[in-house]
C-alpha cells in the first residue's frame, strides 16, 4: 500500500508548505500531494480560496494580486509557494498528486509539468493530476493522455467507480467514509487504482489494508509507513 504525503507532511509542519514537502521528502514516502490555485497564470500551492486559516492574512486568493500573495507567509517562513518551486525541491525524488481546485489551474499545470519533465528529474510517469471537478479530468487526458488522472470524489455513487473509468483515469481518490469492499473490487475490475484520504489512525490503516486499497493519503506519513511495513504490505 502506497503512503501519499497528504499536503506534504502537514501533521508536523503548515500544510503545503515548502518545510512540509521537504520533510515528505526526508519521510521516503511514495508521494506528496499538493493542492492548487491559479492566480494571475502563476500556480500557488494552497488548499482554501480563503487566506485566513492557513496564513495571517485574511480575504481572499482573488482580492490579492499575484505579487502581493507572494509576500504572504504560508507559515513556514516562507511565502505561499509556486508549483515550480515545489518541483524544484522535489526534482523527481517521489513521485507528486497535483489536487486542482480552480478551472484555470489546468493548462498552466499540465505546461509547467511539461516544463519539469524536460528541465528537471521527473519522469511524466511521476506525476498525477485530480480533481473533484470532473471536468476538468476530462480534459486533461483529452489535451495530455501522458498524464495520469485521479477522480476525487466524497460519495459511493449507485454505480462505484464507473464514472472514473468512463473520464479515463488511473485511479479513484475516495473519502474514507464512503469506503467500502464492493467499492474498491468495483475498481479494482475496471482496472483502476483505490486511494483514500485521510488516513492517520493505525486502525484505520489496518481497515483500508484489510480492503485491498492501493494507497492513502495521510498527515503522518511517516506512521503511516511504519504501519504499512510492520504489516508487510
Ligand atoms: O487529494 C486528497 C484530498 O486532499 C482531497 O481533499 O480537501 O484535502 O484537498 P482535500
Ligand atoms: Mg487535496
Not at 171 to 194: E, M, P, S, T
Request: negative net charge.
Amino acid at each position: 500500500m502506497l503512503v501519499i504525503a497528504h499536503r506534504g507532511a502537514s501533521g508536523y509542519a503548515p500544510e503545503n508548505s515548502l518545510t512540509a514537502i521537504a520533510k515528505a521528502i526526508e519521510m521516503q514516502v511514495d508521494a506528496i500531494e499538493i493542492d492548487l490555485h491559479c492566480i494571475e497564470g502563476e500556480l500557488l500551492v494552497i488548499h482554501d480560496r480563503w487566506l485566513h486559516r492557513t496564513t495571517r492574512a485574511s480575504g481572499q486568493l482573488r482580492d490579492y494580486s499575484l505579487e502581493a500573495l507572494r509576500q504572504i507567509d504560508a507559515g513556514d517562513g516562507h511565502p505561499i509557494p509556486t508549483l515550480w518551486e515545489v518541483l524544484s525541491l522535489i526534482d523527481g525524488q517521489t513521485d507528486l498528486n497535483l489536487e486542482l481546485k480552480c478551472e484555470n489551474a489546468l493548462l498552466p499545470t499540465l505546461k509547467t509539468l511539461d516544463r519539469a519533465v524536460t528541465e528537471q528529474n521527473f519522469t511524466p510517469g511521476q506525476f498525477l493530476i485530480s480533481s473533484f471537478n470532473h471536468h476538468l479530468l476530462n480534459e486533461s487526458v483529452t489535451i495530455q493522455p501522458k498524464y495520469a488522472t485521479g477522480a476525487l470524489t466524497a460519495s459511493c455513487p449507485i454505480d462505484y467507480a464507473t464514472f472514473a473509468q468512463t473520464l479515463g483515469c488511473y485511479a479513484i481518490h475516495l473519502d474514507i467514509d464512503f469506503v467500502n469492499q464492493a467499492f474498491v473490487k468495483d475498481a479494482h475490475q475496471r482496472g483502476l487504482k483505490v486511494f483514500v484520504y485521510t488516513v492517520d489512525e493505525p486502525a484505520d490503516i489496518a481497515f483500508l489494508e484489510e480492503l485491498g486499497v492501493d494507497g492513502i493519503f495521510s498527515n503522518y506519513p511517516d506512521r503511516a509507513l511504519h504501519s504499512v511495513k510492520q504489516s508487510g504490505d
